[in-house]
Structure formats: C-alpha cells, structure tokens
T-cell receptor, first 111, second 113 residues
Framework: QKEVEQDPGPLSVPEGAIVSLNCTYSNSAFQYFMWYRQYSRKGPELLMYTYSSGNKEDGRFTAQVDKSSKYISLFIRDSQPSDSATYLCAMSVVGAQKLVFGQGTRLTINP | ETGVTQSPTHLIKTRGQQVTLRCSSQSGHNTVSWYQQALGQGPQFIFQYYREEENGRGNFPPRFSGLQFPNYSSELNVNALELDDSALYLC????????????FGAGTRLSVL
C-alpha cells in the first residue's frame, strides 16, 4: 500500500464548476500537507500548504485536512480553463527531508 | 528574488553513460532536494543536501550521487544509465534544514535510449 493515494483521474468539468480533489494517507506522523499544481512539461508549483488539521483559503482555492480520517482535499471554486493541470498532493513529517507525493490528478476545465 | 533554476532542460543519453544535472536554489535557500518523476507518477525523493553533505536519501541505488557547493547550488550525477532512468528530474529548495516547504524548478527531462 502506498503511503499517499490519489485518484489519477482524468477529471473533466465545465468552466465555473466547483472541483474537489482528494488524497488519503496512511502515515499518522504526517503534519505538513501541500498541494502543488503542475502544468504539462513544467515543474510543480506550490499552491497551498497546511500544518496539522483545519482549513485554509486562498482566493478560489480551499485546502482541508482531516487527520482523524487521514484525508485531505483541495477545492477550486469558479474553475477556469487556466486551472487545467495536474494537481499533486504532498505530505511530510515535521523536520523530515522528503515530501511524499500522491500520483497526481489530471484536471481539465472545459470552456 | 530568483526561483529554482535547472539545466539543461532536456538531455538524451544512451544506456551505460553518465549524466550530470545542475540546480541553482532559490535566493536565500540553503537546502536542496532532488526528485525523480516518472511519466504519470508523482515525484519520488532521491536525496537532500544541506551544508554540502547528503542529508537523507530515498530508495535509490548508489549510482545516484550528488554534490552541493558553497553557494548552495547542487548537482545530481547518475552513472551507468538504465532505460528506467528516463524521467523528469526535479530540484527543490527550502529555506533551511528541517523546513518542510519546498519550491521546485522546472526540471530536466532525461531520455535514456
């Protein structure tokens, strides 16, 4: 079993829809939770990060962490075609060297 | 403030050859990590460098090695290339040792024929 599981999709939604992206994990020691956006043939771009549990909002993006269920989510409101990319969740233990990534979800927003 | 830069952007090698990839960390960042991303997969941690020493390693064989220089830039060296080494190699920098937030470069795409 992988430490971090993420549905690879692909996920296709119409412009303006609310998008929900999710990851589950097995390591209860994870405390940092990150979402990266990766456009085709580019490096991952940090979107948001959360420490421990709770919600964090940044513009159209909301990140949620439920440590009791070992489940994290990223919501995108009013989705735009420019949001079309692969979204990667990543997690780490405090002070650890490595990030552990999910497989990535490929998202397409249709105009 | 400059972000993480990597060179070259694309490289083609043949099996058995050796390759060196380069990375300049984001301004003010002293810790560099390297990741391998196979097509359709998430990045996998190779190793991290801090104060010019390897500080943590993932499940990669010794033919993957690295260096960090006094200016915090870094190199990834891969010897005896195998076909499965074909991937996007990503460099990430973080502000300091133990800082979990990492910022990535655009990567070097390595093709092994």
């Amino acid at each position: 079993q992988k430490e971090v599981e993420q549905d690879p999709g692909p996920l296709s939604v119409p412009e303006g829809a609310i998008v929900s992206l999710n990851c589950t994990y097995s390591n209860s020691a994870f405390q940092y939770f990150m979402w990266y956006r990766q456009y085709s043939r580019k490096g991952p771009e940090l979107l948001m990060y959360t420490y421990s549990s709770g919600n964090k909002e940044d513009g159209r993006f909301t990140a949620q962490v439920d440590k009791s269920s070992k489940y994290i989510s990223l919501f995108i409101r009013d989705s735009q075609p420019s949001d079309s990319a692969t979204y990667l969740c990543a997690m780490s233990v405090v002070g650890a060297q490595k990030l552990v990534f999910g497989q990535g979800t490929r998202l397409t927003i249709n105009p | 403030e400059t972000g993480v830069t990597q060179s070259p952007t694309h490289l083609i090698k043949t099996r058995g050859q050796q390759v060196t990839l380069r990375c300049s960390s984001q301004s003010g960042h002293n810790t560099v990590s390297w990741y391998q991303q196979a097509l359709g997969q998430g990045p996998q941690f190779i190793f991290q460098y801090y104060r010019e020493e390897e500080n943590g390693r993932g499940n990669f064989p010794p033919r993957f090695s690295g260096l960090q220089f006094p200016n915090y830039s870094s190199e990834l060296n891969v010897n005896a290339l195998e076909l499965d080494d074909s991937a996007l190699y990503l460099c990430a920098s973080s502000l300091d040792y133990g800082q979990n937030i990492q910022y990535f470069g655009a990567g070097t795409r390595l093709s092994v024929l």
